[in-house]
Every structure is written in C-alpha cells, then in structure tokens.
Nanobody
Framework: RSDLVESGGGSVQAGGSLRLSCAAS????????MGWFRRAPGKEREGVAA???????IYADSVKGRFTISKDNAQNILFLQMNNLSPEDTAVYYC?????????????????WGQGTQVTVSS
C-alpha cells in the first residue's frame, strides 16, 4: 500500500467540478512540498499544481484560475479542487511529495508517489 492514497476521481461532464484528495500515511504532508500531477492517454506526465511547506502555490498554465491546491496539515491531506473541467483534463491524477519544503516550477524531484485516480471529463 502506497503512503499516498488519492481519492475523489470520477466521471463528469464538461464544466463540472471534482475535488481530489490525497491522504498521506506514514509520510508527513506538513512542511513539505506536495504536488498534483496527471498523465493523459498518450501523453507525458505533467505537473498540475504544487504547494510548498510555507503554503506558496504554483500552477501549470493550463489549470490556472480553474484548479486550486490546498492542504490540511492537521489531517495530513492534500486537496485539488478542479472547476470548469474540460475533456482535455481527462487523465490519471497523482499526488506526490518532495523531500523538502520548497517547490520548483519544473515540478521535479518528487520521490514519493500515490497510485493515481482517474478523472474523465465528457463533452
């Protein structure tokens, strides 16, 4: 069993919303950079959003203004609120954690990964 477990995926119509959760067990989410990634069919995995240990957030241009990343340090849970979804957002979404508190715009160096949750958006 992964130390990061995603949930909240599903199927929605375009324009709809979903909220993904990532529960961290045996790994602390507090004080570390946590991120959401996705892999669409036939495409490379890409970084979607990340939140640093100090709460600073970064987003991929494709999701800015539609997705919001947040973290509940007390519950050790990472969230991704996704609004105004489009078919282009269809992908398996993964949460991940870096080994330090700061994030980078390259969405690199995440050694800890969940197993993913499927998001399907129909037109």
């Amino acid at each position: 069993r992964s130390d990061l477990v995603e949930s909240g995926g599903g199927s929605v119509q375009a324009g709809g919303s979903l909220r993904l959760s990532c529960a961290a067990s045996r790994l602390s989410a507090s004080g570390y950079c946590m991120g959401w990634f996705r892999r669409a069919p036939g495409k490379e995995r890409e970084g979607v959003a990340a939140i640093a240990g100090d709460g600073k957030t970064i987003y991929a241009d494709s999701v800015k203004g539609r997705f919001t990343i947040s973290k509940d340090n007390a519950q050790n849970i990472l969230f991704l609120q996704m609004n105004n979804l489009s078919p282009e957002d269809t992908a398996v979404y993964y949460c991940a954690r870096r080994g330090n508190w700061f994030c980078n715009t390259e969405f690199s160096d995440f050694p800890y990964w969940g197993q993913g949750t499927q998001v399907t958006v129909s037109s």
